[in-house]
């Protein structure tokens, strides 16, 4: 009785099998790779609508907005020693479902254990995941700090606790600078509230906007950007060869745009089409000047 013959694969068809599994596969991978950006981005924008939330509870409740955080009261740099001189995002945690941090005592340990806990809403996905550094968690978002750092945030959202860092004042004394809806004169709907930052990749955590910890930071650019520059993505700050640049810039990691809860609470996904002008005027709460683009 004759066998059945049994014909194999010839290397050449193997070859040929291959090269289509790995067109489709690159032809999937894009596909793969914009749905898993979409979900990013959509949970970076929902990041910031409760933030934006917990912005107007604080306000609701205590008849104000958190106030930016500062050096001082009785040292110049480059933090508080008192709690009342913490970041906005610190103050906003009782608002965001995160009172256990806020109750954690005021004491050498209990500022650590604040200082080493990731907020997860406080990280763009795009960009990290929620994740400790050397000396604490971060923040993806920043605070509008108005026309620039030396302003102190008189003209912004977010006003610097203490206007003359390095005098005596005592830890529990009010702050001086406070912030309500009322002193946005522009309307809420045209100022920008918080926004995500620019900072590369190759320098997270360490660059000179990105290396302070997310509860205590003083007055500086980790958790105020400024309306002096108008927004540029990540891949335009500069890289590890420059790991103590200062960027001043709101920006982010989403292709061709960032995200941004303006001062009523609404979230917008903002191009980087601006021009300067009109970048500084929804920075500003109370220039009077009409905002001539679309963001």
């Known amino acids: 009785m004759r ?10 068809e193997l070859l040929v099998v291959i090269a289509i599994i790995a067109i489709l596969i690159g032809l999937l991978l894009p596909a793969v790779q914009k749905v898993r950006e979409a979900a990013a981005r959509s949970t970076c924008s929902n990041n ?4 934006g939330l917990g912005m107007h509870a604080h306000h609701d409740g205590l008849r104000e907005f958190p106030t930016a955080g500062s050096d001082g009261p009785n040292q110049s740099c480059c933090n508080a020693t008192s709690r009342v001189g913490w970041t906005w995002m610190f103050q906003l945690t009782p608002y965001i479902e995160q ?4 109750n954690l005592p005021e004491t050498a340990a209990g500022n650590t254990q604040v200082a080493q806990t990731a907020i997860k809403i406080y990280y763009c996905p795009s960009r990290r995941q929620p994740v400790l550094y050397s000396n ?5 978002y920043a605070g509008n700090g108005g026309r620039n750092m030396a ?4 003209e912004g959202v977010f006003v610097r606790q203490w206007r003359a860092p390095g005098t005596t ?3 529990t004394a009010p702050v ?7 002193d946005i004169t522009d309307g809420t709907s045209n100022t920008v509230m918080v926004a995500e930052k620019q900072v590369h990749f190759s320098v997270l955590g360490s660059a000179g906007g990105d290396n302070e910890v997310w509860n205590n930071s003083g007055w500086d650019q980790d958790h105020q950007r400024f309306g002096e520059a108008v927004p540029e993505p990540d891949d335009k700050h500069p890289t590890s060869a420059s ?12 292709p061709g745009v960032f995200n941004a809860v303006m001062a009523d609470g609404s979230v917008r996904s903002m191009r980087y089409t601006a021009d300067a002008a009109n970048w500084m005027r929804v920075c500003l709460i109370g220039d009077g000047q009409v905002i001539t683009t679309d963001f």
């Not at 066998?3 to 050449?12: G, P, V």
């Not at 910031?48 to 933030?51: A, D, E, P, T």
């Not at 604490?136 to 993806?140: K, N």
Request: one cysteine or more; glycine letters at 12%.
């Open 3 to 12: 066998q059945a013959k049994h014909h194999a694969f010839t290397l050449i």
């Open 48 to 51: 910031l609508k409760q933030i």
């Open 99 to 102: 009172q256990n941090v806020f």
């Open 136 to 140: 604490g968690g971060r923040c993806d």
């Open 151 to 154: 302003g102190n945030g008189t």
């Open 169 to 171: 004042m005592s830890p």
């Open 176 to 182: 001086e600078q406070r912030r309500t809806l009322t």
């Open 243 to 254: 790991s103590t640049f200062w960027s001043v810039r709101f920006g982010g990691s989403h």
